[in-house]
């Protein structure tokens, strides 16, 4: 079909994908950076398929700890994406959510909290407390209270998540035990961090190597704690496996 055709641009964006899910990112860059290149020539700059890419791109500069480019090139989209989809949009917001992690990487916590926020607020809206970017746009707010010596307000804010879920009668998962625990983590409460993550895995997490291979969670992975806790769901899910 050629080089230029839909499908072919759509596998190449998927494989990609692939690629930046087990780690290869420089493969993964270069193929969306050949979608995007593909996408512009035949559909337009402006075109939210070619902001996608362009997005999913700097989302790759930040993995590979480039994150001057990773916050320029995120803050370029955003700007196109509030322009040409408006800020609603979940292309848009999910750019506001990686905007802010090259922030407060950088260590612009204030305004990284406040491209957390606006994300938040919007998903918040849009997709509803339960959502994984909902949660995942709070954690980002959370981490930069953390980094900030805010951390009461980012656990507050958990606080307040988890009663309103529960109210709302939201699905009872792991994931914003999950989060907070990043955040916990990043604020140096290891102990609590540790409290959260058991949570988590009560309420369904088992991923034992998800938890030993999380940037967010770094500071743990001496804890014997949290070693253990990683190795016992290790073994459960390969106990589950062999069944």
Not at 26 to 55: C, D, F, I, M, W
Not at 187 to 205: D, S, T
Not at 208 to 219: A, V
């Amino acid at each position: 079909m050629g080089l230029q055709h839909p499908d072919t641009v759509t596998t190449i964006g998927n494989l990609a994908e692939v690629l930046s899910d087990e780690g290869r990112l420089a493969e993964s860059q270069k193929l969306y950076q050949q979608a995007l290149l593909v996408t512009t020539r035949t559909l337009g700059p402006n075109h939210p398929t070619a902001l996608r890419y362009q997005s999913n791109i700097g989302e790759s500069l930040f993995k590979q700890g480039h994150l001057a480019e990773a916050e320029k090139l995120q803050n370029a989209t955003l700007i196109t994406q509030l322009r040409i989809l408006g800020p609603d949009n979940p292309d848009t917001l999910a750019t506001q959510s990686d905007f802010a992690r090259p922030l407060a990487k950088e260590g612009h916590y204030e305004e990284a909290e406040r491209a957390a926020r606006r994300s938040y607020e919007m998903q918040l809206q849009a997709l509803g407390p339960d959502h994984p970017d909902t949660l995942a746009a709070l954690q980002l707010v959370g981490t930069a209270l953390a980094y900030e010596h805010r951390y009461q307000e980012a656990a507050k804010l958990f606080h307040d998540a988890i009663e309103n879920q529960g109210k709302a009668g939201g699905k009872d998962d792991f994931h914003v035990w999950y989060s907070f625990a990043c955040v916990a983590s990043a604020a140096n409460r290891h102990e609590e961090a540790i409290r959260y993550l058991r949570e988590a895995v009560h309420r369904g997490y088992n991923d034992g190597n998800g938890l030993m291979t999380d940037d967010d969670l770094r500071g743990l992975r001496h804890n014997s704690d949290f070693q253990t806790l990683a190795a016992t769901l290790n073994r459960t899910s390969a106990t589950t496996q062999s069944r």
